[in-house]
Structure formats: structure tokens, C-alpha cells
């Protein structure tokens, strides 16, 4: 698809000139996972999972045999080898993200993962959970479809209900807790001691699905999936004593609650601080932060990222917020390689969502993804197998675009900010469709 700028009758695509035009077929079912690979990666997980301490409580699942959907909070890799000791020998065909297949699609393929990319419409995705549903299996998602950046509830789409609600095998909820402390996605590299526990509920029968609404549904599914690993290491009295444990923190905690400045945040050690007024913070071993001099303004690290999420929103609300940087950009067409498309430019505000425009191989492209389009967006920290420097992920059905902003610190304040604009256009096209059935 293309269309022609009229000021410089120039011909600009919506599609990027790779040399190889080969994109990786997402739009395939998978295979039935082998009995061997079920007990092969159960082995795998218990040999990770070795050193330990952990507890799986089952809940309400008693006398449940495949088929039924199995939905997970997301927090670390550590959720599939939980996950895997929770439902052995039950077959299990994981939901997986196009990045996941990075230079092994063969063997997630063998074990009957199903690829997709984040935020996209896939409509052969329904396709494929039918069928591992329909042939007796586990079919495992994660509606949060990242790791979450702060170990709190993401976001998740209203058509999960209308899944559920179309394939009628019962709902069961994993919900870890521990997960992000031990491997937090913005220092994921330097693990921390912390006791894992997962549960395993049956939410929803087969006939309970039949009888509710959709919206009833949905409310059953945010309620068990509602979770807080900082609260869970308060509640439970866990000590995280790794000194490195607040090294990264300030790529989420990126604006200061003393003197308002964004972007200046850093951490060293087991700090916190902010290099224009110079405040510190210290992430204690019980999980509070507490201000080395005068107020502590959040002493609970996840609402200091909701107050930075409701800075973002009055700013959005009042005009004030738009982005425009420009940033390295590659590409991930197929699995086997990210490819380099060079320099572009991002632009991200409330009319249009978010823009890249660029040239690669004589071609320029501009590609767009509207703020209804966006409900959430993927962030990368550290993404070493591509440059060492933060991103974020925009995906089309056939293409994921990773782009890196000269503006490093800002791309959580542009997940926050897909987020609020999500919300607030979702909330008029509510409100449009219900006047609509008003007025009728």
C-alpha cells in the first residue's frame, strides 16, 4: 500500500523496502505438542526451578481435565517454567510473541507454540486457539502481553471476554506473585533471592461462560488477575538484601516527585536520585523506599509510577503532550535476524497516535498506529541482541518495528502515555455508540 505526497509528488509506502521480502508466516496452526517435549520441558523447568523456593496452591481445579484456557500475569520468563511444573503432563500450547521465535522458530514451533505479534489484529490467532482447544489441550495466554514494567495489573483488551465467551471450555487464572522482584524487566540481567508462589484457579466453568455477559466475564478476569509484587514482599515479609537491587528503577521512575523534573532520575546501589535537585531515595531490604533527607513522598514504588501516569494524562487533557524525535529503527519481518532500516523519525500524540516516517533502500514509508490501535505498547530495556539502549515495539500483522529514541529516558513515559490515550479515546467511542443506541 502507498500513497503520494502531493506537496513533493513523492511516492511513500506503508510498507518498508526490506531486501528480503520474506516475513515469518504467523498466520499457521500449530502442531499438537508432542508428549516428549511436555515431559521434556517439565524436566527443564524443575532443573531451573531446582535451587528455589517456591509453592504452587491449586484452587477450585479439582476433577478439571483439558480442554480449558489457561490466562497468566506476566513478569518474568520464570511464568512458563511455573507454569509448566503447575499443568504437567497436560499438554500446553503457549501464546507467544514473534520475538520469542528470534532464531529458533523451529524448535517453538516443535513444541506447538503459537506466534502472533503484540497489539496487532491477528484474526488467524482466534483460528488457531479453536483448534488447540477443540483437539483437547491447555491453550496458555498472557492478556497483559509484556512483562510488566512495574509488577502491578497491565492492561488488557474488553474482547478477551468475547473469547472466552466464544469458546466455552473453562477459564483457569494463574497469578504469580514474586516474579518481578526476583527478574525485574527493566534489570533483568541481576537476579534477586525471592520466594516464588503461584495459584491456580478455575474462574469460570463451561456453563457459568454460557449464562454471563460479557462485561461480567471481563470483571471476573481483571478481579483474578489482580496482583502487586511489591505488596506481596511487604505482606509476606521478604527481605531483598542483593545491594543492586534499585540499579534500573529509574527507567520506570523517571520523574521527580520533589522538583517535578523529568528524565534527570538515576540509581546506584540500593538509591534512587535525582541529579537536577539532587534528592535521594533508598529501596530498603522490606521493599519501602524512604528519603534520605526530608519527605518521602511514595514510599510504595508503584504509586509513584501511578502518580507519573496521572502527570501524563493531565498533560494529554490539557494539549501539552506530544512527542517528536528522531531514532534508529530496525526491523523484525522474519525470525532470524533484526534487520537495520537507519535513521527515522517518531512522533506520538492524541490525533494521530504514533508515526514513523523514514527512507530505507530509496523508498520512504510513513507507517501510523492510532491511539485506538495502541491499548498498550511493548518496551524493551536493554535490548543487547539488536544495540544496548532502550526501545520500544510497534507491530503490524507481518512486520515489528523497534524504535530507539535519541530521548532514551522517554519510553516509559510513551508507554504510559499509549495507555492514557487508549483510555480516553476508547471512553468517547463508548460514549459515541451509546448515544447512537440513545437516540434510536
Known amino acids: ?14 510498507n518498508i523496502n526490506y531486501r528480503n521480502k520474506k516475513h515469518y508466516k504467523t498466520a499457521k496452526y500449530p502442531i499438537r505438542q508432542p508428549k516428549f517435549f511436555t515431559w521434556l520441558i517439565w524436566v527443564l523447568s524443575k532443573m531451573m526451578l531446582r535451587n528455589k523456593e517456591k509453592k504452587i496452591e491449586k484452587i477450585n481445579m479439582e476433577g478439571l481435565k483439558p480442554p480449558y484456557m489457561l490466562l497468566g500475569n506476566h513478569m518474568a520468563f520464570v511464568d512458563f517454567e511455573m507454569l509448566s511444573l503447575a499443568t504437567y503432563p497436560q499438554r500446553m500450547n503457549n501464546v507467544v510473541n514473534i520475538d520469542g521465535f528470534y532464531r529458533r522458530p523451529w524448535l517453538l514451533e516443535w513444541i506447538g507454540s503459537i506466534a502472533t505479534r503484540k497489539y496487532s489484529q491477528d484474526l488467524h490467532l482466534i483460528k488457531s486457539i479453536k483448534k488447540v482447544l477443540n483437539r483437547g489441550d491447555v491453550l496458555t495466554m498472557y492478556p ?15 474482547s478477551l471476554a468475547n473469547l472466552i465467551k466464544k469458546n466455552k471450555v473453562p477459564v483457569v487464572v494463574a497469578c504469580h506473585h514474586g516474579h518481578h522482584l526476583f527478574s525485574p524487566v527493566w534489570d533483568h540481567k541481576k537476579k534477586r533471592k525471592v520466594p516464588f508462589y503461584t ?5 469460570l466453568t463451561a456453563e457459568q461462560i454460557e449464562e454471563m455477559s460479557v462485561d461480567k466475564i471481563n470483571e471476573i478476569i481483571r478481579k483474578a488477575l489482580e496482583y502487586d ?4 514482599q511487604k505482606d509476606n515479609g521478604i527481605l531483598i538484601k542483593e545491594p543492586y537491587r534499585a540499579e534500573g528503577l529509574h527507567k520506570v521512575l523517571y520523574q521527580c516527585p520533589n522538583c517535578m523534573t523529568e528524565f534527570k532520575m538515576s540509581s546506584k546501589g540500593s538509591e534512587i536520585f535525582c541529579e537536577e535537585c539532587g534528592k535521594r531515595w533508598t529501596w530498603r531490604e522490606d521493599g519501602y523506599l524512604e528519603a ?7 514510599d510504595h514504588i508503584p504509586d509513584w509510577y501511578e502518580w507519573e501516569r496521572s502527570q501524563v494524562r493531565k498533560e494529554i487533557e490539557e494539549g501539552k503532550y506530544a512527542f517528536d524525535d528522531e531514532v534508529d529503527l530496525y526491523g523484525q519481518p522474519h525470525c532470524w535476524k533484526y534487520r537495520s532500516i537507519g535513521k527515522g523519525r517518531l512522533t506520538h500524540n492524541l490525533e494521530e497516535g504514533f508515526v514513523i516516517t523514514g527512507e530505507h533502500r530509496g523508498q520512504k514509508f510513513r507507517k501510523q498506529w492510532t491511539p485506538l490501535e495502541t491499548i498498550a505498547i511493548y518496551v524493551e530495556y536493554d535490548l543487547e541482541r539488536v544495540k544496548k539502549a532502550d526501545s520500544i515495539a510497534l507491530s503490524t500483522s507481518n512486520d515489528t518495528i523497534y524504535c530507539f529514541p535519541n530521548q532514551q529516558p522517554a519510553v516509559s513515559k510513551l508507554c504510559l502515555a499509549a495507555e492514557e490515550m487508549y483510555k480516553i479515546n476508547y471512553e468517547k467511542t463508548k460514549k459515541y455508540k451509546n448515544k447512537k443506541i440513545t437516540d434510536k
Open 1 to 14: 500500500m502507498s500513497f503520494t505526497n502531493e506537496k513533493d509528488n513523492v511516492e511513500i509506502s506503508s
Open 144 to 158: 497483559e502481553a509484556r512483562y510488566s514494567p512495574i509488577g502491578t495489573t497491565g492492561v488488557f483488551p474488553d
Open 199 to 203: 495459584t491456580l484457579t478455575q474462574v
Open 229 to 232: 509484587d511489591y505488596k506481596y
Open 292 to 298: 534520605l533527607e526530608g519527605k518521602t513522598e511514595f
